[in-house]
């Protein structure tokens, strides 16, 4: 019986011990990295826009007259 006791005011203390250890973190907002494109040229002459993933891989490749126009077709926050 005594046993029973002690582990039961164990699992007690922990919980209270627990919740009130826990704090409140204030969450940061981190901003965005930009995403860089690096140019290169297609075999045929084009400029191309290449984005790298985290591990160096080619996540991305577009034609750069793509990019560009899709870029001007889309409105900033200023000027929206």
């Known amino acids: ?6 582990k039961t005011a164990k699992k007690s203390t ?4 627990k919740k009130a250890g826990k704090k409140k973190v ?7 990295k930009k ?11 084009k400029k191309l826009y290449a984005v790298r993933a985290a591990d160096g891989s ?3 490749i577009q034609q750069y007259s793509r990019a560009h ?3 001007i077709r889309r409105k900033s926050k200023a000027e929206a």
């Open 69 to 71: 126009a899709a870029d």
């Open 58 to 60: 080619f996540k991305d």
């Open 26 to 32: 204030a969450k940061r907002r981190v901003a965005k």
């Open 14 to 17: 922990k919980k209270i011990g």
């Open 1 to 6: 019986m005594a046993k029973k006791a002690r």
């Open 35 to 45: 995403i860089r494109r690096t140019t290169m040229y297609s075999s045929k002459g």
